[in-house]
């Protein structure tokens, strides 16, 4: 398997739209890579870009600390599987699988001994025979998959494969991506932008906004340490609570006055807002849907009043989508809460929990 | 009021069924009459008012339309026109519909927008300037002369270039990084994903270059060397035409489209379906 450097890698289009900028990474062997971002944040062309199916306009893309910038796709050795699976529509499964060894000039019996372990590790072997029309979608993917598999490339690159199941298909085909992953031992870029593959998934994820990496780091870094008010929002379903607040610091003690009510803030959050020099100053306060819960009937500290605008119910919990003065509060509860749109609740944030935002730059004070 | 029901049903079903019986007749008429004249005599062809079936079913007039015409040569000649036509059109139209439909380069679109003008002017325009081309090539009354207009078609090329769009980019994307280059992906991929479009424009072509009258007869002038339309084209006096043996010839001339037509049935009915042509 390989090592890959993309090194201050840009895209320019000749009308001058930049899609990618300054992109820097080191990936591993057998990494597990994702990229996630909103639709048209460079994640498809970056991969692209990896396939040598487009021409990376500056900087340097090393497979081994060999530089690939010029080199053909043929003669990378990457294999992908694409959103729409672009199998060859004329040829049977076999042959699909076997057509990249054949132009290889792979002897015919090594081909049919790679086709057939491809066909029985994806589940495929009765369907050799049939053409791409006559699979479901589920069966197609695998063919895709399959069809990467046998060339034992250096690098899988997988562009929203699962984009195009139904739900439950798409979390079967999770698990056996994860599985073919430890199996094969595999370096595998995944482009998504499906956070719950997203994070499932990737060994790392990179999170892409407008062309530019926003943070790169495990999924669980990602969602407990975002850098970001981007990250923070795109990383969570439903996503970060996000509050405008004020910071007030006496002392060593910082609180964030949102709306009429004081949040105070443990000591190593309020060290870093005092230390950043934020007293008085707009900030945003994040916070998740899991960490904001009903209060009890004594609760004094930390508290806010929300109105219930819609009540969610997922089966085990309920979400409560709510408002305060000027601020939407999302928070996750339990079911079997009597709760109901109108309803007036008092919240408990779990201020070891809050992220502090700058305002401005939007970059994050504390986690 | 079921049965009211499935009177009337029967009854627009009886009546669509005469329609398309009088259509159908209507259409088949001409053949039938071109069948029968051709056992007739000069004398009952033109006689008033006119009789429907022959007084004797003589074979005479098909020995004299073989006697008038070298039919072989006609046969051979229509064939090789037929035969290179298809061949340069569905060749040279799917390499530049190809490259129209998924390569980028330098002027694509204006090149595209000058085959579209070509397809736009009428082909008269182009008769006199070709043929004194082939002229002062000393090429007239030869088999090239008659390919010459056809060796390239622009409605090949756009019709090729509309079945290559129809292919998803990535199909092409997956070959590269399977290992095509350029030539396998066009050859490998591209040509067995459009066979259908290329049968379609392959009968399209014959079955013009078979009607085509105008540039045989103005470049091929030797009768051994004109193509079935143009030959029996010369059994037509300026004064008077002896019909029997013109149906006679024409029946003997339809014979290679009616071959064509019984092969390739399917592929020229999916052809219309396909470019909504008639």
Redesign the interface.
């Known amino acids: 398997m390989a090592r890959l450097s993309l090194k201050n890698i840009c895209k320019e289009y000749p009308n001058g739209y930049q899609a990618v900028k300054n992109f820097n990474l080191e990936i591993a062997d057998q990494e597990f890579i994702i990229f996630v971002g909103p639709s048209g944040c460079g994640k498809s062309t970056t991969l692209r870009m990896i396939a040598g199916l487009e021409d990376i306009s500056s900087g340097e893309f090393k497979i081994d600390d060999v530089l690939v910038n010029d080199i053909e796709s043929k003669d990378r050795d990457i294999a992908m599987v694409f959103q729409n699976y672009a199998l060859y529509p004329h040829m049977t499964v076999y042959d699909n699988m076997a057509f990249g060894l054949k132009l290889r000039k792979t002897p015919k019996a090594e081909i049919d001994k790679m086709v057939r372990e491809a066909a029985r590790i994806l589940d495929l072997e009765r369907l050799l025979d049939r053409k791409p029309a006559a699979l479901s979608g589920g069966q197609r993917q695998r063919v895709a998959m399959g069809r990467a598999i046998v060339r034992n490339p250096k690098v899988f690159l997988m562009d929203e494969p699962l984009s195009n199941l139904d739900a439950k298909l798409r979390v079967q085909m999770r698990t056996e991506i994860s599985k073919l992953h430890k199996r094969l031992g595999a370096t595998i870029i995944y482009v998504t932008h499906d956070q719950t593959e997203a994070m499932t998934l990737g060994t790392r994820i990179v999170v892409m906004k407008d062309g530019v990496i926003q943070q790169v780091d495990s999924p669980q870094n990602l969602y407990n340490k975002p850098c970001n008010v981007f990250v923070a929002g795109f990383i969570g379903s439903p996503q970060m609570n996000f509050l405008e607040a004020e910071c007030v610091v006496s002392g060593k003690k910082a609180e964030l006055k949102i709306g009429d009510v004081m949040i105070t803030l443990p000591e190593e959050k309020a060290e870093k807002l005092i230390r950043g020099k934020y007293d008085g100053k707009k900030v945003i306060a994040g916070i998740r849907p899991e960490d904001v819960t009903l209060a009890a009937n004594n609760a004094k500290d930390n508290v806010l009043q929300c109105t219930v605008n819609v009540y969610e119910l997922l089966g085990s919990e309920a979400y409560l989508y709510t408002e305060s003065g000027t601020n939407q509060l999302t928070a996750r509860v339990s079911s079997a809460t009597d709760i109901k749109a109108g309803d007036t609740v008092t919240f408990e944030l779990d201020t070891t929990k809050i992220h502090v935002f700058d305002k401005e730059t939007e970059e994050t004070i504390t986690n | 009021m079921n049965s009211s029901l499935s009177k009337s049903k029967k009854r627009r079903t009886v009546g669509i069924y005469i329609f398309f019986i009088i259509g159908s007749c209507i259409m088949i008429f001409p053949f039938v009459w071109m069948l029968l004249t051709s056992f007739k005599t000069v004398g009952e062809s033109m006689q008033i008012p006119p009789t429907i079936l022959p007084n004797s079913w003589s074979l005479d007039t098909y020995k004299d339309a073989l006697k008038s015409l070298p039919f072989l040569a006609l046969y051979k000649n229509t064939i090789l026109l037929i035969f290179w036509r298809v061949v340069c059109a569905v060749v040279f139209s799917s390499m530049a519909g190809y490259a129209f439909a998924k390569l980028e380069f330098k002027g694509k679109n204006i090149l595209f927008a000058i085959v579209l003008m070509q397809m736009m002017l009428p082909s008269q325009i182009f008769l006199i300037p070709q043929y004194k081309m082939l002229a002062k090539l000393g090429l007239t009354n030869s088999i090239f002369a008659l390919v010459f207009p056809g060796l390239v078609s622009a409605f090949g090329t756009f019709f090729l270039r509309q079945a290559y769009m129809g292919i998803?980019d990535?199909?092409a994307?997956?070959?590269?990084?399977?290992?095509?280059?350029q030539w396998?992906i066009f050859s490998k991929?591209m040509v067995?994903?459009t066979t259908s479009s290329m049968a379609a424009l392959g009968i399209f072509t014959a079955v013009f270059a078979y009607g085509d009258l105008m540039w045989p007869l103005v470049v091929n002038t030797d009768i051994n060397m004109m193509t079935l339309s143009s030959g029996l084209a010369t059994l037509r006096g300026q004064f008077s035409t002896n019909f029997p043996v013109l149906m006679a010839g024409s029946l003997l001339a339809m014979l290679p489209m009616v071959i064509i037509y019984l092969v390739f049935q399917k592929h020229l009915i999916e052809g219309v379906a396909m470019t909504g042509g008639k």
């Open positions: 998803p990535e199909i994307e997956a070959a590269r990084l399977d290992g095509c280059n396998q991929i067995p994903l």
